[in-house]
């Protein structure tokens, strides 16, 4: 739920309490382009302040370090050796 508590803050505090909208159109588009930033340009706390971008590529990077080095990945971030 914290991870929600913050998306919703920076949306109300970046977008809700800044502009008064003319229309609906307008306040989609907005968040469009606020969700595009917050999901793909912003640094995440939660992400060793990387954007998102950034970790992706930094975790495929690792996975495809541990695959070349006899490791495997099972499940959701369970790394297990292979013998």
Not at 4 to 33: H, P, T
Not at 57 to 70: D, F, H, K, M, P
Request: aromatic share 16%.
């Amino acid at each position: 739920m914290a991870k929600w508590n913050g998306f919703i803050r920076s949306f109300r505090e970046d977008i809700l309490n800044c502009y008064l909208f003319e229309s609906l159109d307008e306040v989609r588009e907005m968040a469009w382009e606020w969700q595009i930033d917050y999901n793909e340009q912003r640094c995440h706390d939660s992400l060793h302040n990387l954007t998102p971008v950034e970790y992706r590529l930094r975790y495929a990077a690792q996975l495809a370090e541990l695959s070349t080095n006899g490791c495997s990945v099972f499940g959701k971030g369970y790394i297990w050796s292979i013998s």
